[in-house]
């Protein structure tokens, strides 16, 4: 980034502002990619001057650990300016801020607004941006751009996400819209393409002829901590499903782009999507389950009567030609055994068709994609064992990014972040791929809404550091499958 631009981070006192926005920014600082000339302005209701949000941010970086070397030349760039979202007092401050920056240099420097708030603020923010001219920039016609970016979710279902696009549109074209997912910007979401098309050896077993099912796994060990106001009214579904979990989906379903581009690349991810097989909303309990941690009930800022889920599992399937009637295995779920999260390829079992009376394993061969911990991919095979005799076991051969490559792999975030200056929209959803995940996904919810109407209805309620409620493996045995763990 060479050219000076100013980054306004609205919620910049907030979790996420803290703990990935800034202490990303300041990694790409120590690497020399942010350029010389960058302001950051933290914008939020706290009535901090510009250095107690340097000390706010000083510390929070310290905590997580990471490396102080060149911070007082870093905070020099950092500015902060209280202020309500919904009172245009903090943002008429916010423009004197912004042409006190442009006088300085000369000229009107470019801007990106970044919304790291919670989703019931976009809309306000909006607003005011639109009403005091910030979302116009230097002007129409200028070479400096102007970017909003945005994070999930992207609304509370398909009407509020198209109410949301609708509002950005009027205000923003879509050229200078980044929807943020940050599992695009992982390392090993991104090698999915290259993994499946730039190798010979997967394409053409990538298919309903070679693959039994597909299982997602997206375990956190932990609970919802301090996020109980926001958690509570959104639910693990909406959260991570209608996301992260999307993105790991369309990574495994998509067709090979048309061209290796911004377009072509997410033209293949709205197609996968689209072909998701909806559930109607009155068989929604033949797929879904759905459950809720012990003592949630109790954590802070919940609903003492809340029925919100903090477990998901589904089954679903691909109206496509490559993947028809391939069963996908999906589960999501808080204080789970352990923090991981994993793709998992199943392929069909064919030991038996010559070894059988050998004893062949009951796992054949697996493909797993591991998002995290250690983001790798590993293959399980078939081998015979040492000995005089023909034993078969199962072998697994893996990689992973920090052994392969010798380097360190960097946060999401700093990948989304370049690509926000660059203006490079590849790993952003863009409207039509969130509209056809909040179709699928609101079906879901129309069925969960059913079902607590029902006089004798309770979500099931599984144990801390297990697999979530028995429903989930369940599904699972009916179809004489099991979750891989």
Known sequence: MNAPFVIVIFGATGDLAQSKLISSLFSLFRKNQLGKEFYIIGFARRKFTDDEFRTLAYENIKQHGSSLNHWEEFAKNIYYQPGLFDEVQGYEELIKRLNAFDKKMGACITRLFYLATPPNNY??????????????????????????????????????????????????????????????????????????????????????????????????????????????????????????????????????????????????????IKALRYIDPEEVSKSVVRGQYQGYKKEKNVNPNSETETFVAMKTFFDNDRFRDVPFYIRAGKKMPKDTVEISIVFIQTCHLLFREFGCPEEGNILKIRIQPDEGIGIRVIAKAPGSRLSLKTVDMEFTYKEEFREVVSDAYEKILLDIFAGDQMLFNRSDELSYSWEFITRILQGWDLQSRLPNFKIPIYSENTSGPKEANELFEKDGRKWLE
């Open 123 to 272: 809309s306000t923010i909006l607003d005011f941006l639109r009403k005091t001219k910030l979302s116009e920039g230097c002007g129409q016609g200028s070479s400096k751009w102007t970017r909003l970016v945005i994070e999930k979710p992207f609304g509370k279902d398909l009407e509020t996400a198209k109410s949301l696009d609708e509002k950005l549109s009027k205000i923003f074209e879509e050229k200078q819209i980044f929807r943020v997912d940050h599992y695009l910007g992982k390392e090993t979401v991104q090698n999915m393409v290259v993994f499946r098309f730039a190798n010979g050896i997967f394409e053409p077993v990538w298919n309903k002829n070679y693959i039994d099912h597909v299982q997602i796994t997206f375990g956190e060990s932990k609970g919802i901590g301090g996020r109980g106001a926001f958690f509570d009214g959104v639910g693990m579904l909406r959260d991570v499903g209608q996301n992260h979990l999307m993105q790991l989906l369309t990574a495994v379903v998509m067709e090979q782009p048309k061209s290796f581009s911004k377009e072509g690349v997410r033209d293949a991810r709205a197609a996968a």
